[in-house]
């Protein structure tokens, strides 16, 4: 089965960035963190909620880009080149970047940035949940995803997914009556990035 009207509708990964693997409570298994080049890992404090989502296991973790390192990347290997959709979760928990302005970064895909001085918290408050959902055509073998400081705080990433149109091989398909990244606030930004 596949989702209504989704144009993607297959999952080649579910990235739990800066955590283990964690099996969701929609039944969506997502894989340890993996394919980073750097950076540190963060966690929420025991029993904090992360507001906006029911997915706790990826929201109160995190992989972040101290200043001393190369730029945080994610270079995520795919069967063909093909348009993909990504889907990048975020959330800030830090205590000392509680308010709008004290974590900003930009956000490439391909090396075209997508989502330049990107704040969480100006965008969907401190200590929830934030969506960002765009589509890419690659042409190679990796979708590589960049994390670029703006001398404010570190970059961080709590989790990626993969969205194809075909099934390939380890794939999966959603649950029929779920949306595709259930349920956490959703801004949708898209570029037509082609290398």
Same mark, same amino acid.
């Given at each position: 089965t +596949?989702? !209504?009207?989704?144009?993607?509708?297959f999952n080649l990964y579910r990235?739990?960035?800066?955590?283990?693997?964690?099996?969701?409570?929609?039944?969506n298994q997502w894989m340890a963190d993996a394919f980073f080049n750097t950076g540190?890992?963060?966690?929420?404090p025991a029993g904090f909620v992360v507001t906006g989502t029911q997915l706790q296991g990826v929201y109160t973790s995190a992989r972040w880009d101290p200043?001393? +390192?190369? !730029?945080?990347q994610y270079t995520i290997p795919v069967p063909v080149a093909a348009r993909y959709q990504i889907v990048l979760h975020f959330a800030d928990f830090y205590e000392g970047t509680n308010v709008p302005g004290t974590r900003v970064f930009d956000v490439s895909l391909q090396g075209q940035v997508i989502l330049p001085l990107l704040d969480i918290v100006a965008q969907a408050g401190w200590g929830a949940a934030l969506v960002k959902r765009t589509t890419v055509q690659v042409t190679g073998?990796?979708?590589?995803?960049?994390?670029?400081?703006?001398?404010?705080d570190n970059?961080?990433?709590?989790?990626?997914?993969?969205?194809?149109?075909?099934p390939w091989p380890g794939a999966t398909t959603p649950p029929a009556s779920l949306p595709t990244s259930a349920p956490a606030p959703l801004v949708t930004t898209t570029t037509t990035t082609t290398t």
């Open positions: +596949t989702t !209504s009207g989704n144009r993607y509708p990235i739990n960035c800066g955590g283990p693997a964690y099996l969701d409570p929609f039944g540190a890992i963060t966690t929420a200043h001393a +390192t190369p !730029s945080l073998t990796a979708i590589t995803i960049g994390f670029t400081h703006e001398n404010f970059p961080a990433i709590c989790g990626i997914e993969i969205w194809s149109r075909t």
